[in-house]
């Protein structure tokens, strides 16, 4: 029997229903302790020293009167990390560039790169101490010319920003399918666009943060705000300790959007506290925070995009050329995600996508709430309005003309398994936003603007992506969850609760759930790539259904009658005639006749072999997410100033466990989708950031943006627990081309940079009217 | 993180403040509601060694004199956006404070903060030279009553002497056949002003304007008196055309810088339009205000 | 080392009288969490500009960041837990947790005693009012439509009937 034909049977008691969840609760009550609400007897500070330049050598690194002050327990430079280097393989890379093993020094060597790159290491007995200590360790620099625009970097001269690589090509992708050169030149219509996006910042409310200790088993353990536990392996790498002597413990974190997916303090507490051998506490400051932590990638992207008058798309030719900043990190992975994804939900015979993303002296780029299929949106969304303005053709209808369907494939090969909801979605969501409302004042236009995706959710295929759960019943009939999820906030844990729940008839006050604890907990992965609701739900979901079995199994011989007839309800098993026996006498049967009361399952995701993108190799992504918002702006005509009326954001979710919370994502990823579209800046000068505060770099507040609508559509046609998709990436992809599609729509003004600047529409409007100011 | 650390006197009144300050020398700061100090003060780009508070001296009154609204320094901003007192005497004042950051800052930050901070960009400086606002200071050599448009120097800097305190602000209070309206443009709600204009003006018997006063923030290292575009509107009927030239007299007149938030030639733009947006509105108040 | 004047203060914290010798440079936020282990304030920007470091003094809710441990001598002052002297949770922090307006909750404590402080002075407000009222205090997974629905209940279902 398959999970919803179960449901179907008992009757969807917890799944499906906007429950509020155990951790709301928790929050509000101030019993949840993030890292930084951590305290351990006899605490050290610990704290990192930074590049001031974004390229120089360092000449001279003296600790010594930092190492002599009372107070200071350590200072760590390079020399004194034992293995002095952090790795991430790259699989699949194409071979033009090399397999890719990226690397990043713990702690710089001789040569900084961007600013804000970690120096040296201090614990001290406070913070003030500390600080003393970071200010006595002498730094020489030298500064060494650096590189700070992509195309620059891959001009013949240019500095290279690792002198052992040929070039600052970081990474290439290349998707073809058919033939562009020949479709564009049949196509009846052709539209050319650039689009330029911009570093932003993850800007969760929560800095980084963690507490680490050597444990009385001699165990190197760091409580930590991670996305990854597993970055347990890295901690044990630098410092040369068995893998299986180091432990991280996930807290539940105050957001992490990507951003808390690479390592952050934990590699920087473990060699504190296995150097000092006391517990050790670092927390980011929100301006180290904004300084050195890994950004969203700045894009720059050429579409040129042929249709027949129809409106049929017959080609589109793309270069993406994007910032990895200084190191690799994830760089190569982002790139893939939106080389593979370029062309959004539809139908297009022929492609090519040249893809290239390259090193400079800017901060380090790498994983962000969208993971390179966002910024992408940006441009064939906008391709997709001017098309239709072109066309002359009702934009909701260009789309649905040419949205992809199941069966079909995408240009890199792979073929749609699950419904493809576009049509819907987008028809949906332009409905939603109602009769046209005038202007609300003079100097107002007002327009309206519609834009589609589609977002992967799970990991590519060739990481044969795993998940494992534990689920297992008390003697008094309460259930327990083990999963090694870390919990971002987005109801991760509360959502396996309500899956076990379901599946084993156990009312959530009587469900309760560990998460991620490397140490205790099975294994999960990453809260990453929107996939943990499909790996660990369905790993749940297994886990409770055998446990089912098991239960159901002893419960028809106490009551004489076969499993398939009977009810777990609560608090008793019941035939369909009335019959009755205790859970707990159910249990304690159990336990007489050696039948396990838990059950421990792994889910496999679908995997594949690494592909050939440029021969339309096939598979990349277990499956997609697809969504459509749709907006209605105001904008005034003489400041440029840019006010979103409406919005609407509807996706198919498959199934919503909890709706509450796939609003509250798709509310969330909007709004943050829309500080995107208008405000959002990393600001960098030669490699400076000018906006290392809340007060220079602005993320939206209350007052920027409209209750955002959310429409729920569920096609039940997931590869998660009863047919969900993932939804926490998805909405942040859309608002930015629905934004600048609705300000094209109010004053004729085209904006294809990020953010869309109150200036820039306004110096276009200016040059509209005619002046030649 | 939080500030470095400092000596800390707790002055009892305006002589102990002078005498702190004096004996502080060019490192003493005075602490009133903390809003934009402290920020600086956590972000280590201000490290005072002695910080003079002087937030238990009887500085938060608040009275009608005559014709005028006499405010102390300490009052704070909530006070100002929310003091019936002040919304009918002078509506301008409130206006303005209700714009200022966010509920936290209103709650404590001062008016008289605000004032000797002095940021280009804030709404109160931009408003006291609208108000045409006395400010009245103790110093070493005694007392001193400013015009605020004396007050403003440059860049966060002030005609306040080493050791003088700002106790007081005088305002007129708001006259029959009298208009005022603020118009901010910012990134983002609640933010510094990228540009802001307040206007002030009042009409005679006769509907011609007889006092109009133009401010402008944002536009140059400190609060802007338009006093070009006020030339053009004193004395005659005010209408739609001549507001318009006023404004591009207001815009034609300042020398904006560039810098990551706006242009030069943006902020000249936006002063053109939120001068013109702050003189029609308030001349509008003004037609409909009754003596 | 820097000079620093040292002073004793007393306050009320969530309804108990507390004495301590404290660092005149040491803001509120630093002596709550760090002295006196009242952790259910966060730190978020260290400007006074994200609104999670938000307490009641006096009853206004102010950013604990900017307030220097001095201030505080004489005052009352709540945090997240002195919503529920009771022991019972606040049904403010009840429509909270109904209405979805929990994520990360890291921003949750500021914008529960934000909230709380302003329906107390407007309790006939309007979802308008309640973003300005709320614009100071970020948050960056709800989108702020489930925070408004929450305080909107709050204030019909709960103020209006009281």
């Known amino acids: 029997m398959s999970a919803r034909e179960v449901l179907e049977r008992v009757g969807w008691r917890v799944v499906g229903k906007p429950v509020p969840r155990h951790d709301a609760w928790d929050k509000v009550l101030a019993r949840t302790a993030y890292a930084a609400d951590w305290e351990m007897p006899g605490m050290l500070v610990g704290k990192v020293l930074r590049s001031l330049h974004p390229s120089a050598r360092i000449v001279r690194l003296d600790t010594e009167r930092a190492r002599s002050l009372p107070g200071v327990v350590a200072v760590l430079t390079a020399r004194d990390v034992p293995r002095n280097t952090l790795w991430t393989d790259v699989p699949g890379q194409t071979t033009e560039v090399g397999p890719l093993r990226a690397k990043v020094h713990v702690l710089a060597e001789e040569r900084v790169r961007y600013q804000g790159e970690p120096v040296a290491l201090v614990a001290a007995e406070s913070e003030e101490l500390a600080e003393e200590a970071l200010r006595a360790i002498e730094v020489e620099y030298d500064p060494v010319p650096g590189v700070f625009d992509p195309q620059e970097a891959l001009s013949p001269g240019a500095p290279l920003v690792h002198s052992d690589s040929k070039s600052n090509l970081l990474a290439r992708w290349t998707v073809r399918t058919g033939d562009v050169r020949g479709a564009l030149a049949r196509a009846d219509v052709v539209v050319e666009g650039t689009y330029r996006t911009q570093f932003v910042d993850h800007a969760y409310l929560e800095p980084e943060a963690g507490v680490a200790w050597v444990d009385s088993d001699g165990v190197l353990t760091i409580r930590v705000a991670t996305q990854v536990i597993e970055h347990f392996r890295d901690v044990a790498d630098v410092l040369g300790l068995p893998h299986n002597k180091v432990r991280v413990i996930g807290t539940y974190l105050g957001g992490g959007f990507g951003g808390k997916e690479d390592v952050t303090v934990e590699v920087f507490l473990g060699l504190l506290a296995w150097v000092t051998r006391r517990p050790v506490k670092m927390v980011w400051t929100r301006q180290e925070s904004l300084l050195a932590r890994p950004k969203r990638h700045p894009f720059v992207m050429r579409y040129r995009t042929g249709a027949l008058r129809t409106g049929e798309l017959v080609a589109q030719e793309v270069e993406l050329l994007a910032d990895a900043g200084a190191y690799a990190f994830l760089s190569a992975l982002v790139l893939l995600y939106a080389s593979t994804t370029a062309c959004g939900p539809y139908r297009v015979p022929n492609v090519a996508v040249d893809a290239q993303v390259v090193y400079t002296n800017n901060p380090p780029t790498s994983a962000m709430r969208g993971f390179g299929a966002m910024q992408v949106v940006f441009a064939y969304e906008q391709q997709m309005d001017r098309l239709a303005r072109e066309l002359g053709m009702d934009p909701v209808e260009l789309r649905v003309r040419n949205g992809l369907r199941k069966g079909d494939r995408l240009p890199i090969g792979q073929v749609l398994e699950t419904h493809v909801a576009l049509p819907e979605v987008a028809r949906r969501a332009w409905q939603a936003l109602g009769p046209a409302q005038p202007p609300s004042g003079p100097h107002l236009r007002v327009g309206r603007g519609l834009a589609c995706n589609l977002q992967p959710y799970g990991r590519i295929v060739w990481l044969h992506d795993w998940a494992s759960a534990w689920v297992g019943f008390e003697m008094d009939g309460s259930v327990l969850i083990r999963a090694g999820v870390p919990d971002v906030g987005a109801g991760q844990a509360s959502s396996l609760c309500q899956i076990a729940g379901e599946v084993l008839g156990v009312p959530l006050d009587r469900v309760s759930i560990h998460v991620s604890d490397s140490a205790l907990t099975p294994l999960a992965g990453t809260t990453t790539a929107t996939r943990q609701l499909m790996m660990s739900g369905n790993a749940v979901l297994r886990a409770a259904t055998e446990l089912r079995e098991h239960v159901l199994r002893v419960a028809a011989q106490l009551l004489e009658t076969t499993p398939v007839e009977l009810q777990l309800d609560g608090h008793e098993v019941r035939t369909p005639d009335g019959r009755c026996v205790s859970l707990v006498r159910v249990l304690r049967e159990c336990a007489r006749v050696g039948v396990p009361r838990s059950a421990f399952a792994t889910y496999h995701a679908p995997a594949g072999d690494p592909i050939d993108l440029d021969r339309g190799g096939g598979r990349v992504f277990p499956d997609f997410t697809y969504g459509a918002h749709a907006t209605e702006v105001e904008v005034d005509t003489e400041t440029g100033a840019i006010r979103v009326r409406r919005y609407v954001a509807c996706h198919d979710v498959g199934q919503a466990i909890n709706p509450q919370s796939v609003e509250g994502q798709i509310q969330g990823g909007a709004v943050m989708g829309i500080g995107y579209a208008l405000m959002e800046r990393v600001i960098l000068d030669a490699g400076n950031n000018q906006t290392t505060s809340f007060s220079t770099y602005l993320i939206p507040t209350s007052m920027d943006v409209p209750d955002v609508i959310p429409l729920v559509l569920e096609s039940g046609e997931g590869m998660g627990p009863f047919g969900a998709r993932g939804i926490g990436e998805p909405p942040v992809g859309p608002p930015a081309a629905a934004i600048a599609n609705a300000v094209y729509d109010a004053v004729g003004v085209r904006v294809t940079e990020l953010p869309i600047r109150s200036e820039a529409v306004a110096r276009a409007l200016y040059e509209l009217a005619g002046h030649n100011g | ?291 | 080392m820097k000079e620093r004047t040292r002073l004793s203060i007393s306050f009320e914290l969530n309804g108990s009288p507390r004495r301590i010798e404290v660092e005149a440079h040491r803001t509120l936020l630093s002596v709550l969490r760090d002295d006196l282990g009242t952790v259910d304030v966060k730190e978020g920007c260290d400007e006074g500009v994200c609104g999670t470091c938000t307490v009641l003094l006096d009853g206004r809710a102010v950013s604990s960041c900017l307030v220097l441990a001095p201030r505080v001598h004489g005052a009352r002052i709540t945090t997240l837990l002195g919503l529920s002297p009771d022991g019972r949770p606040h049904p403010l922090k009840e429509m909270f947790v109904r209405h979805g307006a929990v994520q990360c909750g890291f921003c949750t404590p500021g914008m529960v005693l934000t909230a709380y402080a302003f329906v107390r002075s407007h309790p006939q407000t309007t979802r308008q009012e309640l973003r300005k009222a709320l614009a100071g205090n970020l948050c960056r997974c709800t989108g702020y439509a489930k925070l408004l629905d929450a305080v909107e209940a709050y204030v019909r279902e709960v103020c209006s009937v009281r």
Do not use: K
């Not at chain 2, 140059?220 to 008196?225: S, W």
């Open chain 2, 1 to 291: 993180m939080g500030p470095r650390p400092f000596r800390y006197e707790r002055a009892t009144s305006v002589a102990d403040v002078i005498d702190c300050l004096r004996r502080g020398g060019a490192n003493a700061r005075v602490l009133a509601g903390g809003q934009s100090l402290v920020p600086l003060m956590n972000l280590r780009l201000v490290e005072p060694e002695l910080l003079v508070d002087i937030n238990d001296l009887p500085l938060a009154h608040l009275r009608r004199e005559n014709d005028a609204m006499v405010l102390g320094a300490l009052v704070r901003h909530q006070t100002l956006e929310e003091s019936e007192e002040v919304r009918a005497l002078c509506p301008l004042l409130s206006e303005a404070a209700g714009l200022v950051g966010n509920v936290r800052v209103r709650a404590l930050g001062t008016l008289g903060g605000s004032l000797a901070h002095a940021d280009p960009a804030a709404e109160l400086p931009m408003v006291s030279l609208a108000l045409d606002a006395q400010l009245v200071t103790e110093g070493p050599t005694g007392s001193r009553t400013l015009r605020s448009e004396e007050f403003f120097r440059g860049y966060l800097t002030t005609a306040l002497e080493p050791a003088e305190l700002l106790t007081e602000v005088r305002v007129a209070v708001r006259q029959p056949r009298e208009g005022w309206a603020v118009e901010e443009f910012a990134l983002r709600q609640g933010d510094f002003a990228v540009v802001a204009a307040a206007a002030r003006v009042q009409l005679n018997d006769e509907g011609r304007v007889d006092v109009v006063r133009l401010a402008l923030a944002g536009v140059g290292p400190t609060p802007v008196r338009a006093q070009g575009a006020e030339d053009q509107l004193v004395g005659a009927p005010a209408n739609p055309r001549r507001v318009e030239a006023a404004s591009r007299r207001a815009a034609a007149d300042i020398q904006p810088e560039s810098d990551v938030h706006a242009s030069a030639a943006y902020r000249r733009h936006l002063t053109y339009v939120l001068a013109r947006r702050a003189l029609t509105r308030a001349l509008a108040r003004a037609e409909e205000a009754t003596p």
